[in-house]
């Protein structure tokens, strides 16, 4: 009897067997299994049947169990890769849909060629005809769809981001099945068990809503109101969670330059007395970068639901230093759900909205989690909740047409010129995150104390300035407004309140499973070795330019039949697995059976790496080891060519060169880095490089506001490299920022600072007392003294302009201290905030003597 007609016998009546094809199982924690799949259609719908076979090939349809049955909808996805070809499998199959992930291995040929065909015909033809299609017959049919022995596991539900990162499951009971906080290495062992058990998560977990409200305002520097009651109490139901941002917190010099506040615990005391009285609250966190101040509260019924709670905060003022802009976040595991909070200020003024997506890329990149290993980043989060000073403006429209439309509350044409809404739409910013439909009037700018529009002589368009996005499914918004009668700022609050899924653990669901996978654990252990294959042992970069990154990408696939971990690890005498100027991502993880993990490698040389290649090899070259854990180690050569810069030279080579540095022969550059060149030229007084910069903010920069405090943009950067090291008789591109930041960066990449490492703790010693100060500037190598004094002969008459770039001596002497008297690389790790803090008032101090006193003594021979 022909398999179709057994197929036909094992269908429903009307339902018509397209193709079918035979293949291996690849998956599991059991030997290769055949499997049959069966294209199947009834009325122009198509679903895709799984069938396990007990004898092959099967005489009559008892032989055949149904599996799964898959509708071949928007949810459905087939990837068909190549991975090796020595593998007995010529072509590896990745079928995925909803709750549902397949891999298999087929044999290539004309009958596999006409399956993939017609699946293929099938999927274009639910995209033409997907409004008029009916899955329900699909639902007639009895499946035998949890299989543990042969390792189908339902995949990690649909809100989990990441499915790459392990994410540590709540304990639900104090004993012995608990897993280890996310805070400790696990054993490989506890590390598959978790990872397993996150796989059947859907199977001993169930789901629950609690409302989770979110509120951010920027207060302008503001004192606190007595109550806050019509911002935090608007419901009558109390929110589950509460997660409260500020901006603009404290405005002062001290907050600023040295992270110090009172207006923190005056804020906190605000907020604490104004949460909904019935909800009885406890704090979970509190994370502070200046101005921007994130507080998140729980019911205190849910305290013992909430583990693994951390914090970070990013600055991304110049150079990454300032958090004047950027980023606080805080996460938690709350049940069986992660979330992530982050509160951001993005970069300010109507024009600079790429600038605010280069600060939210920074935010993304930079705020890590790291008490986790491997470390967590916010899109490693089931649910994230992105609120703040997003600072998008209205463009395109003039101040008058916006406050005409507002008033007639037509929103919807104003939010076509709305910046965020431009920038989402067109896929360059908060990719994946969702917004609600705003009906309430622009959040900014009003005359402090009224619900007036700004009347001051810039006359500013009214701006939706301050948002709250979400990303994750399963979340629900509720309400989304602002507060107008909350009027001390110049911004008004804005809350959303939302109804979102968390999935809540059952304890004897969960024993239960957690006691299946130890058995098949055993088992495979004792049976099975970690095998994986590698798509490529040798990566090579291209060109490499200074902070210009380049990434690849490697893929790893578990060709074996049990889970592998995976880990880079460090070489016999190195300190780190790979070198200083090379990121893995992730370093280490799970892969199992029949999955494949795509890892990133990116090449970045910054300040720290930059000198060393200057004076050295030009070869970026090293061998990273992938260890499978119970396994062999596999060697992955990683090899480029590094395009040397001006920037991480030192002081006394840069003097040095009369032309562009890409002019000198690679190997006279080592000689003068490595003080082994017969100098015959005498050397400029200061590096031509430094005085191209500091020239330019001398003819442009002298009247701007916010110069050495606002970043600059990347891609500008890169420009002004280029110019640098090229040599170019255009003129010098890029903005004062651009420009202002590059010079920072310059001072900031030289092998030894202005003022070298050795007169670190005599400087730090010597602030109170301006004439000792003057006493190691005098002791200054000539080459670093001349820097040092023609820097602040600029940064005086910088100053002199006060009334019109509204510039402050202790933000540039705080800034200029970090530059000049830059930690010795052995000391920068390990201190606490306290020492921080008083080290850099220290430098600011050192730095501000000769801001405001004459130099003209120490200025010898000119």
């Keep these: 009897m022909e398999l179709t007609a057994i197929l036909k016998d094992k269908l429903n009546a009307g339902d018509n067997v397209v193709a079918l094809h035979e293949g291996v199982l690849l998956q599991g924690w059991s030997p290769k299994a055949h499997r049959l799949l069966a294209l199947v259609e009834r009325n122009s719908s198509y679903g895709l049947f799984v069938f396990t076979t007990s004898r092959n090939p099967p005489q009559a349809f008892t032989d055949l169990t149904i599996n799964f049955v898959v509708p071949i909808d928007s949810d459905f996805k087939c990837d068909i890769d190549s991975l090796s070809a020595e593998s007995s499998s010529d072509i590896y199959i990745n079928i995925s849909a909803r709750n549902f992930k397949l891999f298999m291995g087929m044999n290539s040929g004309s009958e596999t060629n006409h399956f993939f065909t ?3 015909k099938s999927m274009d033809l639910y995209l033409k005809n997907q409004q008029k299609l009916d899955f329900n017959w699909l639902k007639k049919y009895s499946i035998n769809d949890i299989d543990l022995e042969l390792g189908l596991m339902m995949t990690i539900n649909n809100g989990d981001i990441a499915t790459n990162n392990l994410k540590t499951t709540m304990a639900v009971s104090e004993n012995d ?5 996310g805070t400790h290495t696990l054993s490989s062992r506890e590390s598959v068990i978790q990872r397993q058990m996150l796989l059947s998560e859907e199977q001993y977990t169930n789901a629950k809503n609690f409302s989770i409200y979110i509120g951010t305002w920027n207060v302008n520097g503001q004192p606190t109101l007595s109550s806050l009651n019509d911002w935090l109490t608007s419901d009558s139901e109390p929110p589950d969670i509460y997660a409260i941002g500020f901006q603009e917190l404290d405005l002062s010099k001290e907050a600023f330059l040295f992270n110090d506040s009172p207006r923190e615990e005056e804020w906190l ?5 104004s949460l909904n009285s019935i909800g009885h609250y406890r704090k979970v966190s509190l994370v502070r970068l200046v101005g921007m101040m994130l507080i998140v509260f729980v019911k205190k019924k849910h305290m013992e639901h909430v583990k693994n709670v951390a914090t970070d905060t990013v600055g991304t003022g110049i150079m990454g230093k300032l958090g004047n802009k950027g980023g606080v976040a805080v996460r938690m595991d709350f049940h069986n759900t ?11 003024h109507v024009e600079e909205f790429e600038r605010r997506n280069q600060d939210y890329y920074n935010i993304c990149s930079r705020m890590v989690f790291s008490n986790f290993t491997p470390p967590k980043t916010i899109k490693d989060h089931n649910q994230v909740y992105w609120f703040g000073d997003l600072n998008y403006r209205i463009t395109e429209m003039d101040p008058i047409s916006v406050k005409d439309l507002v008033s007639k509350n037509n929103f919807k044409t104003v939010l076509e010129a709305d910046q965020l809404k431009q920038q989402h739409r067109a896929g360059n910013v908060f990719k994946g995150y969702k917004e609600g439909s705003i009906n309430f009037i622009p959040t900014y700018k009003y005359d402090p104390g009224t619900n007036d529009w700004d ?4 006359n500013r368009a009214p701006a939706w300035c301050d948002r709250i996005l979400w990303r994750g499914n399963s979340i629900k918004q509720l309400a989304y407004r602002s507060h107008p009668n909350l009027m001390i700022s110049d911004h008004k609050p804005v809350s959303a309140l939302f109804e979102s899924e968390v999935k809540v653990v059952d304890t004897i669901k969960y024993r239960k499973i957690h006691e299946n996978i130890m058995k098949k654990l055993d088992k495979a252990e004792n049976e099975y070795l970690p095998q994986v294959m590698v798509d490529n042992t040798e990566i090579i970069f291209n060109m490499v330019q200074f902070m210009e990154p380049q990434m690849k990408e490697l893929t790893v696939a578990n060709t074996g039949q049990v889970p592998v971990q995976f880990e880079f690890i460090k070489k016999l005498d190195d300190s780190t697995y790979c070198k200083e100027w090379l990121r893995i991502e992730p370093f280490m993880s799970f892969i199992d059976p029949g999955e494949k993990c795509d890892i990133t490698l990116e090449v970045l040389v910054d300040k720290r790496s930059a000198y060393k290649m200057n004076s050295g090899q030009d070869k970026l070259y090293d061998i990273l080891v992938l260890h499978l854990d119970g396994g062999k180690d596999i060697f992955i050569t990683v090899t480029g060519t590094y395009e040397r810069s001006c920037f991480g030279c030192s002081l006394e080579t840069l003097c040095y060169l009369k032309v562009p540095i890409r002019d000198i022969p690679i190997g006279k550059l080592m000689e003068l880095e490595n003080n082994k060149s017969n100098l015959i030229s005498d050397p400029y007084p200061v590096p031509k490089e430094v005085w191209y910069l500091v020239d330019h903010l ?14 600059g943009l990347r891609v500008e950067f890169i420009q002004i490299r280029n110019w640098l090291d090229n040599g170019t008789p255009d003129a010098l591109p890029g903005s004062v920022h651009s420009v202002a930041e590059a010079l920072l960066i310059l001072l900031d990449s030289t092998s030894e600072p202005i003022i070298p490492y050795n007169l670190h703790a005599a400087c730090l010693s010597a602030v109170s007392n301006y004439s000792q100060c003057k006493q190691i500037i005098s002791q200054l190598p000539e080459r670093s003294k001349n820097v040092f004094l023609y820097l602040c002969a600029f940064l005086q008459e910088l100053l002199s302009h006060v009334n019109d770039n509204n510039l402050d001596v202790k933000t540039i002497a705080s800034v200029f201290g970090e530059i000049f008297i830059r930690d010795p690389p052995r000391s920068r790790s390990d201190k606490s905030s306290h020492t921080k803090t008083s080290m850099s008032r220290k430098k600011t101090n050192f730095v501000y003597h000769f801001l405001v006193n004459d130099q003209s003594d120490l200025i010898i021979g000119t």
Excluded at 455 to 458: F, M, R
């Design 118 to 120: 017609e699946l293929s």
């Design 177 to 181: 099945l608990s897993f280890p906080s």
């Design 269 to 273: 005391q605000a907020v604490t007395k």
């Design 338 to 348: 992660s979330l992530c909070f982050v509160n951001s200020h993005l970069a300010a």
């Design 455 to 458: 009347s001051s002589e810039k």
């Design 698 to 711: 001398y003819r442009h920069g002298l009247k701007q506001e916010h110069l050495f405090e606002q970043s």
